[in-house]
């Protein structure tokens, strides 16, 4: 079969997007200290608000509230920021952090760890989270509105291949386990 051809451009491993959202779980100033830093970090970009679904009464939270705040990327774009984001986090990433087609997530416990983000004392310290979605191309014809189809699971990208894709590409380090 050509599923082991590496010069097939139709098998390349694509960044397709990068999501990063920051939970504050409240709305009102801490929302706009996050939003703020969004913007210190992509100043040509407009993050968007994030609304609770559940009503947790514990926490004063209800459906339709605004809690958090997160911002998507794409193409070079993307790719930039995601080798930015990864100096965050010494370009190690654990196994249990990938799902079955190779997308994965990690954490970033306080901005400051990224590289060239100094502490600004008017937005305090946020966390992140850093959400990377693969594909392969020809996935488009999943979600397009005319003769929608299925991608076969040969064509799906698998956890091991964007494993390796990520360790060409950025020097990523794999841990294994936990």
């Not at 965050?88 to 590289?115: C, H, M, R």
């Not at 100094?118 to 979600?143: A, Q, S």
């Not at 005319?146 to 990520?166: A, C, D, M, Q």
């Amino acid at each position: 079969m050509g599923n082991n051809n590496k010069n097939n451009p139709m098998r390349r491993i694509i960044i397709d997007k990068v999501t990063i959202n920051i939970g504050v779980g409240q709305p009102g100033e801490p929302l706009e200290k996050a939003e703020k830093l969004l913007k210190k970090m992509f100043p040509n970009k407009k993050p968007v608000r994030t609304k609770a679904k559940k009503r947790i009464p514990e926490w004063g939270v209800r459906p339709g509230l605004e809690i958090g705040v997160k911002l998507t990327l794409r193409k070079k774009e993307a790719e930039e920021a995601l080798g930015w984001l990864l100096k965050a986090v010494n370009n190690t990433l654990s196994e249990k952090q990938f799902d079955e087609f190779g997308n994965f997530s990690f954490g970033i416990k306080e901005y400051v760890w990224i590289p060239g983000l100094k502490y600004d004392p008017e937005i305090g310290l946020f966390g992140m989270d850093v959400c990377v979605t693969v594909r392969r191309p020809g996935y488009r014809v999943m979600w397009r509105k005319i003769k929608k189809s299925k991608i076969p699971r040969r064509h799906r990208t698998t956890k091991e291949e964007v494993i390796e894709f990520l360790k060409e590409k950025y020097g990523v380090k794999i841990i294994e386990g936990s």
